[in-house]
């Protein structure tokens, strides 16, 4: 794992030419500067200290047991695998990344435990600045319920994870908007990041 704030510069998914011009590769797409997928370090680190006072929980867990130990402690009761590829998810990827990285908050908490690959989680700071978080092979991350956050595949377009669930499976995004900064999960989050910030500024 490694997380930093990000460098701030406008990033997308780069877009096809239209026709009758011949789309790009995949290759020539990363290439182009701008796009989510590359790196966008600022070169200012953040601790996974830091992380947790916005209530990001990260963890190195290397064996399916450590998994069935924290699913125990955390009450999660599903999981399953995904694949997000151009391999895997054919003509559909290039629309799903772009889903993925539309800024958006869940109303439970999203773990990942990476098992191949790579990938950036991006989450809002107090200060509504982006954190970057790159994860690789045994990075585990917990996301809280009402983080604004998005996701991104990096360069290889590559990333297998395991997802872990309370309840039934499901991955239901609420993108950013008047309605989800009112939304009860959301207010629930910020109470709960602005009072550890108190109690480290007590400190």
Same mark, same amino acid.
């Given at each position: 794992?490694?997380? /930093?704030? /990000? $460098?701030?510069?406008?990033?997308? /998914?780069?877009?096809?030419?239209?026709?009758?011009?011949?789309?790009?590769? *995949?290759?020539?797409?990363?290439?182009?500067?701008?796009?989510? @997928?590359?790196?966008? #370090? &600022?070169?200012?680190?953040? &601790?996974?200290?830091?992380?947790?006072?916005?209530?990001? !929980? /990260?963890?190195?867990?290397?064996?399916?047991? =450590? *998994? #069935?130990?924290? %699913?125990?402690?955390? &009450?999660?009761?599903?999981?399953?695998?995904?694949?997000?590829s151009p391999d895997k998810?054919? #003509?559909?990827?290039?629309?799903?990344?772009?889903?993925?990285?539309?800024?958006?908050?869940?109303?439970?908490?999203?773990?990942?435990?990476?098992?191949?690959? %790579?990938? !950036?989680?991006d989450v809002r700071s107090? $200060? $509504? =600045?982006?954190?970057? *978080?790159?994860?690789?092979? $045994?990075?585990?991350?917990?996301?809280? %319920?009402?983080?604004?956050? @998005?996701?991104?595949? =990096?360069? #290889?377009?590559?990333?297998? %994870?395991? @997802?872990?669930?309370?309840?039934?499976?499901?991955?239901?995004?609420?993108?950013?908007?008047?309605?989800?900064?009112?939304?009860?999960? @959301?207010?629930?989050?910020?109470?709960m990041r602005d009072s550890?910030?108190?109690?480290?500024?007590?400190?």
């Amino acid at each position: 794992m490694k997380a /930093y704030w /990000y $460098d701030n510069s406008e990033v997308g /998914y780069p877009t096809r030419p239209p026709l009758p011009l011949r789309a790009p590769t *995949i290759e020539s797409l990363t290439s182009k500067q701008g796009d989510q @997928r590359l790196p966008h #370090d &600022s070169g200012r680190a953040v &601790s996974p200290t830091e992380l947790a006072k916005l209530g990001v !929980f /990260y963890e190195k867990l290397s064996t399916i047991e =450590d *998994i #069935d130990t924290l %699913a125990q402690q955390r &009450s999660y009761k599903n999981r399953d695998e995904i694949v997000v590829s151009p391999d895997k998810m054919g #003509d559909k990827y290039e629309g799903m990344v772009r889903n993925f990285f539309n800024e958006h908050l869940h109303e439970d908490e999203e773990i990942r435990w990476i098992r191949d690959g %790579a990938g !950036f989680f991006d989450v809002r700071s107090a $200060d $509504d =600045d982006w954190v970057r *978080i790159r994860l690789v092979k $045994d990075d585990l991350i917990v996301l809280p %319920a009402g983080i604004y956050h @998005r996701f991104t595949t =990096d360069e #290889d377009n590559y990333i297998k %994870a395991m @997802r872990l669930f309370k309840e039934d499976p499901k991955w239901t995004p609420l993108n950013r908007g008047s309605e989800t900064d009112h939304n009860s999960q @959301r207010r629930e989050y910020v109470q709960m990041r602005d009072s550890r910030a108190i109690e480290t500024l007590v400190k």
